[in-house]
Each structure stands twice: as structure tokens, then as C-alpha cells.
């Protein structure tokens, strides 16, 4: 990103940007782009921002939907963690929004952090928390430093952080690596770890999965096939379906390429390496591995992998099982948004609703603009007015000094998913239905009108034909919500249940562990009343209770899943009653083995040492 400037020069710079209003000289082009994008929100820089952390439950779900990019990362957290300690920081995991999911590091310094919330659950966004290393990674799309001063919020001058974005297989970011510390003791090499923590991290998620692809492995010095650093693509048939940064580089290419590009559109030889080489359509000669090819049930179809790179975020964490009929309502879904058409999306509760919606986003002509979801009934009612509409300066005790934007307005040009609809406010039902019908938005606390340019998509478990007869509902919004509605089934009702189990667990990172027959005959006759959601925490378990290359048999699978249950639409959560049960005696089962050691516990388990200890540990003595 360019040098740093003397911190002299950043004082001269802030005095500037932030007092004369002048265009500063002499700091790194990144870190004035971000200064720029903060002022444009209307950010003091004087001010303290309110950074509040998740509650628990929230953290609790943020892990679970990233559980994936966690266990990916779990080695480089461990290992950079060690670093951190030593240099007296942290090491930290973020997800796509910059929620922090992890920390690992010296406790000192944690502590020190915690007075500027940089902690598990807070958001180090850069629209929420200004200039940060974390949030101008992920703005930016690349590996990014900010020393002390070069922070837009004077609070966060204690700091030094470096980040870099995390990729996975299909080009959406996932997360951010991240190394903080104190200002006064910046980490001279602290890219270059993050670098190469995440350059691991991403060659390890193409260990799992692409059932059906085959895998290429290259590089143009073939010591580094292998390694990390080698080229990575997967191929459907001859289509580029998948890549790493590397391969993508290696080939002068960009994530516009997957779904783009095929096999000869890449390299000369027709069907892959011929005596351990490939030859590029450029000329250049790449060592190359014979091709991987991954297995998978004939017919089973996963969300649809995009060709556009921010589209794929849409296959993080457990993933639906979309069937021919859904997958056909998700083409009509993409044009009804593209025609502007708000569409509603209706089922129980792990169907799929979000992922759906995501798949619409990916696929319309606002893929390249952000998807904005917000779940109207985890935010609280106190909250939700502010969080979605935004608020003025000074609009009601605690507002953040400069205001806040507000979720309508961050979808502008993309497309806002109000999850759990059915469960708004009746009092911001009202407030929504003029934003609908105006399509434009007055932040509390006055101001002017800003109009709007962007597309709703409404999902809930609920029946809003019910609550609006009822009144419980404005029928009004209702028709205007749900000008076209989109049911999904529930697992129980999918016409071929075993690919679609068999579709979800070639998705997960199985380490070469297998579904006998007998388990995946138990799992079809199963209702699963948590529908996806409810099969992945089990295959989640299923996974954590056995050992790498282990045939899985019905034996392992909870009672509840063995014995008939009733077709009710219910809402287990998954990890409740027999399952967490076997899950805690594993866990124990391991700590004892481990003679004791939580940590090396938690590494052969692949979780967390703080899941360790609130699932298990927590419980005993």
C-alpha cells in the first residue's frame, strides 16, 4: 500500500485534512481514500465511535454461519497468535462485514483493546468505526497498514493494525487476517505474515468440496507446486468454475474469469498436463499435477456458483440444497428484481430464505453492489428505527456525534434483504411503507429527503396473509412487499433428499470421512424440522466425533435423527439436548487424551479453545 509517512508528517497531514480542509501531501494513497470515504459519511474525527459488541447469542450465530472460515483459519490464528503474544498484540478474524469472530494473543494488550472495542462481536467496519486497517482491507480489496495517527477516530491512535482480505474458491471475500499492536511498537513485518497466514488459509479451502471439478495444481517453478503459493483453478466439465489469487495472477487473469473461461480458452493442451507440464495460451510453460477429480452424486446441485466474484458470498457456511423447481423460481427471482419488482420469500425457518436471496443478488444486474441483510427480529425494537432510517447528530441520547447513514442508505445501488419481516415494529411498518413508496428516506432527527436507489427482497416463516387480516401486519406494505412470492419447501418435502445430503456433505470439510449407506438411509427418513440448518449442525458434529478418513455409520448419528420424530414445522436448534450431549463427551473425551492440554484439545477438535471451554469445560467440577 505504499510507505508510511513519518509520523510527523501524519500530524501535519491530520491538521490538514481535519482543520484546514485542505488536500494533505505525503500519505499513502489508501489511507487518503479512506480518510475521504470517512468524511463523505459525515464522521467527526474528534469523537469517540460507539463500537458496541454483539450479545452473546449474536456472537454465537456470527461464528456459526462463518464456522467454515473459522476451522480454515484455525492454525494461522494459533500460530500467528504465538507472534502476536510475543510482540505484545493480537491477532484477530474477522468476517466479511468486519465483525470480529476471534482474537488470540498477549491477554495485556487485549485488555487495552477492549477500551476501543477491538474484541469478538465488535464491528470494524469502516463505514462504523472509520479508518481502520480491517475495514480499508476489506473496502479495498487488498492488504492494508495504519499507524497510530493515520486512524481517522483520535481514540484509535493507540493502535497499529494490518489486515488482509480473505478470498475464498469462487472470489467473494470471506473475512480479514489481522495483526494488531500498540502504536508506539508497529510490527515491522507484519504484511507479510498476514500474507502468507492467508495465503494458507486460502489453499486450504480448496482441500474439501467441488464434488463433480477437477482440480489443477500449477506453477511456473516447480518447487512451489504443493506449497501454498502454487495455482489452484477447478473445472465443471471444461468450465472454470473456481481459483485461487494465485493461479488467477499466474494467468494474467481476474474472478470475471470463473464462469467465463474454460479449460482451452486457458491453456493449450486440450485435456491437462502432458509429462508434468501445461503451456498457457500466453506461451509460458507451468509445472503442473495431474488433475484432481472429486466425486459427487449425479444430479445434486448446490447454490449456483456465480461467475461474478462478489456474488459467491452467497455459498459461506452451510449451504441449501436448491432443487430443479427452486432452482427455476430463483431465474424468475432475478428477473422480477432486475424489472423492479419487490419479491417476498417465504418458508420455515433454515430453508434457506437468505442464501436464496443472495443467490438472487448474485445473478442480477446489481451483483456488483452490496447486499445489505438485516434480520428484523434480532435487532432491538429500540434500535431498529435508528439502525435502518440512521439519525442525525445529536437525534437522541447516546447518537454517535456525526450521525449514522443508516442500512437503507448502505444498500444504495445494491440490494436490501429485510429477514424476518413478519416481526417488524407495526410502528416502522408505517415508516417503511413511505421509504417504499417515495423511495426515499429522512434519517431521524430531521434533514432532508435522500432518495433512494435500490431493491427490496422480504423474507419470514410467518404467514403475513394471516397477520394482515389479523392487523398484526399493515395489508398495505404487505401488497407492496410481496408483489410476487416465492415459497420454499422444507428438506422434508424435497423430492430427492439423499442427493441432496449427499450435495451438503460434499461441501464440508470432511478430511476424507464417509456416509455409509446405512447413515445417509437413516438421515433421508429423518423429517428435519430445522430443515438445512438443522442437517449442517449435525454434519458439523458428525465431523467433530470422528476421525479423518473414518466411514461415518448411524451409530454416530444423535437419537433424534435415528428415531421417526413428527413432520411438525419446528425450530430445534442444533447442539441442543442428545446431541450436545455426545458433542461435550467428545469434547471431554479429547482433553483427557490430550493429557489435560485444552489447547492441543481444541486443535484436534478444530474448534475454539472458548467453545471448548463453554461447551464442555464450563459444565464440570
Request: overall charge neutral.
Amino acid at each position: 500500500m505504499g510507505r508510511h509517512a513519518p509520523r510527523s508528517d501524519v500530524l501535519k497531514a491530520r491538521r490538514d485534512f481535519f482543520d484546514r480542509g485542505a488536500e494533505p501531501e505525503g500519505l499513502a494513497p489508501a489511507i487518503l481514500r479512506s480518510w475521504l470515504r470517512c468524511a463523505e459519511r459525515g464522521f467527526d474525527s474528534h469523537a469517540d465511535p460507539l463500537v458496541e459488541p454483539v450479545g452473546a447469542s449474536a456472537l454465537r450465530d456470527l461464528r456459526e454461519r462463518n464456522d467454515e472460515l473459522i476451522r480454515y483459519s484455525r492454525p494461522e490464528l494459533e500460530t500467528l497468535g504465538v507472534e502476536a503474544r510475543d510482540a505484545a498484540g493480537l491477532v484477530i478474524l474477522t468476517d466479511a462485514s468486519g465483525y470480529v469472530l476471534d482474537a488470540f494473543g498477549d491477554p495485556g494488550f487485549a485488555g487495552k483493546a477492549a477500551g476501543v472495542a477491538l474484541r469478538p462481536g465488535a464491528k470494524w467496519a469502516e463505514a462504523s468505526t472509520g479508518t481502520n486497517a480491517i475495514g480499508a482491507a476489506i473496502v479495498e480489496r487488498r492488504p492494508i497498514e495504519v499507524r497510530g495517527s493515520e486512524h481517522f477516530f483520535e481514540p484509535h491512535r493507540i493502535l497499529t493494525c494490518a489486515a488482509a482480505p480473505i478470498f475464498d474458491p469462487r472470489g467473494a471475500l470471506v473475512g480479514a487476517l489481522d495483526l494488531s499492536g500498540n502504536a508506539g511498537a508497529p510490527h515491522l513485518n507484519a504484511l507479510a505474515l498476514l500474507r502468507s497466514g492467508v495465503d494458507q488459509i486460502e489453499h486450504r479451502m480448496f482441500a474439501d468440496g467441488f464434488g463433480g471439478r477437477s482440480v489443477v495444481r500449477f506453477h511456473a517453478d516447480p518447487a512451489l507446486l504443493g506449497t501454498p503459493q502454487e495455482g489452484v483453478l477447478a473445472f465443471e466439465g471444461a468450465r472454470l468454475v473456481a481459483a485461487n489469487r494465485h493461479a488467477l495472477r499466474l494467468l494474467d487473469l481476474d474472478w470475471n474469469a470463473l464462469g467465463a473461461r474454460s479449460f482451452g480458452d486457458l491453456f493449450d493442451d486440450g485435456r491437462g498436463p502432458h509429462d508434468g507440464r501445461l503451456r498457457a495460451r500466453s506461451g509460458a510453460t507451468l509445472y503442473a499435477k495431474a488433475p484432481e477429480r472429486r466425486t459427487a452424486t449425479p444430479g445434486a446441485t448446490l447454490t449456483p456458483e456465480p461467475a461474478k466474484p462478489c456474488a459467491a458470498a452467497a455459498a459461506r457456511g452451510g449451504k441449501a440444497f436448491f432443487d430443479p423447481a427452486t432452482q427455476a423460481n430463483l431465474a424468475r427471482a432475478v428477473r422480477l428484481v432486475d424489472g423492479d419488482v419487490p419479491i417476498l420469500i417465504q418458508g420455515e425457518t433454515g430453508s434457506g430464505k437468505e442464501m436464496f436471496a443472495r443467490a438472487v443478488h448474485a445473478r442480477s444486474a446489481r451483483a456488483d453492489n452490496l447486499f445489505v441483510a438485516v434480520n428484523c427480529a434480532a435487532i432491538p425494537e429500540s434500535l431498529i428505527e435508528a439502525e435502518l432510517f440512521g439519525y442525525e447528530p445529536g437525534a437522541f441520547t447516546g447518537a454517535r456525534k456525526s450521525g449514522s447513514k443508516g442500512l437503507l442508505r448502505e444498500a444504495e445501488g445494491g440490494i436490501l434483504f429485510l429477514d424476518e419481516i413478519g416481526d417488524m415494529p407495526l410502528v416502522l411498518q408505517a415508516r417503511l411503507l413511505r421509504v417504499v413508496q417515495d423511495r426515499s428516506v429522512t434519517p431521524l432527527g430531521g434533514g432532508r429527503p435522500t432518495p433512494l436507489d435500490l431493491r427490496l427482497i422480504c423474507a419470514t416463516h410467518r404467514d403475513l396473509t394471516a397477520l394482515s387480516a389479523s392487523e398484526a401486519f399493515r395489508a398495505d406494505l404487505f401488497f407492496r412487499l410481496a408483489q410476487f412470492t416465492f415459497a420454499l419447501p422444507p428438506f422434508r418435502a424435497l423430492p430427492d433428499k439423499a442427493a441432496a445430503i449427499d450435495a451438503m456433505w460434499a461441501e464440508m470439510a470432511r478430511e476424507g470421512r464417509r456416509l455409509t449407506e446405512a447413515t445417509t438411509a437413516a438421515m433421508r427418513r429423518h423429517c428435519w424440522p430445522g430443515n438445512h440448518r438443522e442437517i449442517a449442525g449435525v454434519m458439523k458434529a458428525l465431523i467433530a466425533l470422528s476421525e479423518p478418513g473414518e466411514d461415518i455409520g448411524p451409530e454416530m448419528l444423535p437419537s433424534t435423527v435415528t428415531v421417526p420424530t413428527p413432520a411438525a414445522g419446528l425450530d430445534p436448534a442444533p447442539g441442543d439436548g442428545e446431541l450436545a450431549d455426545l458433542t461435550r463427551g467428545a469434547m471431554l473425551a479429547a482433553v483427557e487424551a490430550c493429557d489435560g492440554n485444552v489447547s492441543a484439545a481444541a486443535k484436534r477438535l478444530g474448534v475454539s479453545r472458548s467453545t471448548l471451554y463453554r461447551r464442555a469445560l464450563a459444565r464440570t467440577g
